[in-house]
């Protein structure tokens, strides 16, 4: 599920070149040294704050128009502009969520003795199998 979010973009103009960052829609604000790092820090935090909830319960968008920079928390600290965040909670949800199970399969003896010998990770290479076939990175 892609979620696109308006957010609010205060750069400071300091020597770090900070952007204060606030998401209305989620009640969240961080900031970022850069604008790069700025949007990956905006992803970061819709992730964060949205990746336990039930679909059911994500907060709907607001639209971009509605968004007026003069109410944000940080007018007065630089300059604002709004911009859309987008991210892919799906992925990342398989991200955050990557501890290992575990899983009893079954190969030849002489095909486990061939993966020894060439130091291969059996485990990894099917991870990296399944992760093909399945079309997810």
Same mark, same amino acid.
């Given at each position: ?107 030849? =003896?002489?095909?486990?003795? =061939? =993966?020894?010998? =060439? ?19």
């Amino acid at each position: 599920m892609t979620l696109i979010y308006p957010v609010i973009f205060t750069v400071t103009h300091d020597k770090k070149d900070t952007y204060l960052i606030e998401i209305p829609d989620i009640k969240g604000m961080t900031e970022g040294h850069g604008l790069e790092d700025a949007y990956r820090m905006a992803r970061d935090y819709i992730g964060c704050a949205l990746y336990d909830k039930p679909d059911n319960l994500i907060p709907e968008a607001s639209v971009l128009s509605d968004i007026d920079v003069k109410k944000g928390e940080f007018v007065g600290e630089g300059d604002s502009f709004v911009s859309l965040v987008d991210l892919n909670l799906d992925v990342f949800r398989r991200k955050m969520n990557n501890k290992s199970v575990r899983r009893n399969v079954s190969i030849p =003896a002489w095909l486990n003795q =061939a =993966a020894d010998e =060439a130091h291969i990770n059996v485990s990894r290479v099917l991870q990296e199998a399944l992760m093909e076939k399945l079309g997810v990175l």
